[in-house]
């Protein structure tokens, strides 16, 4: 199992540009999550998908975010246009439910953002 | 409040000790519980899970749950250099929806 891949691994952009973050999940799981990390913040969960429907996007903190999942094996997140404070950690994660509800997440490596 | 709480740390323990990792939640409807463990630098990775009150075990670690406290913990037996980390507890309030504290910096001094 290849496990939760995400791509690019590094970004840097200047300040007003757009912004686009993938992640493909292990294959046959059917939750998909993304979440921010800042060492102020920690792990925010920004929104999460049901078989690429959004089940809760509460955590998205603006407008300026969105995410979408048109297939199963495949989620982008945008940001645009980015500002500095968008400068993050961000990790994709998938579940799988068929090993139970209460099933554990599975990390991808994570995109590091950096917008000057 | 916030959902899920940790004290950041650091924790500092002596090679060899038991270090103990604390979490509280507020959520009295969460159903599963986890800790992880982050390396400087990496993702997150999954080091135990509990659904029920009571410990549960695997290997020198050992999860404690209490659910009327509303409180979980992490034992970790005869720390290790290599078991210095972030440890992140993690909260389902249900539908998979998981809630991560900010996490407790452990350092294990040889």
């Known amino acids: 199992d290849a496990g939760v891949i995400q791509s690019p691994r590094h970004e840097v952009t200047e300040m007003g540009q757009e912004v686009t973050l993938r992640c493909k999940p292990i294959?046959?799981?059917?939750?998909l999550f993304w979440y921010r990390q800042t060492m102020m913040r920690g792990l925010e969960l920004l929104i999460y998908f049901n078989n690429n429907v959004p089940i809760d996007d509460s955590g998205m903190p603006e407008d300026r975010f969105s995410a979408k999942m048109p297939n199963a094996s495949f989620s982008t997140l945008k940001i645009q246009p980015s500002e500095p404070r968008d400068s993050a950690v961000y990790f994709c994660a998938s579940s799988n439910t068929g090993q139970g509800l209460n099933s554990p997440l599975h990390f991808g490596n994570g995109t590091r953002l950096t917008v000057t | 409040q916030k959902e899920v709480e940790q004290n950041s740390g650091p924790l500092s323990v002596p090679e060899g000790a038991i270090a103990s990792l604390n979490c509280t939640y507020s959520d009295r409807v969460s159903q599963s519980f986890f800790w992880y463990r982050q390396y400087s630098g990496k993702s997150p990775e999954l080091i135990m899970s509990i659904y029920s009150n009571g410990d549960k075990e695997d290997g020198r670690f050992t999860a404690q749950l209490n659910k009327a406290s509303q409180y979980v913990s992490l034992l970790i037996r005869d720390s290790q250099p290599s078991d210095s980390a972030t440890y992140l507890c993690a909260v389902n309030t249900g539908y998979q929806k998981v809630t991560f504290g900010t996490g407790t910096k452990l350092q294990v001094i040889p």
């Open positions: 294959s046959g799981h059917d939750y």
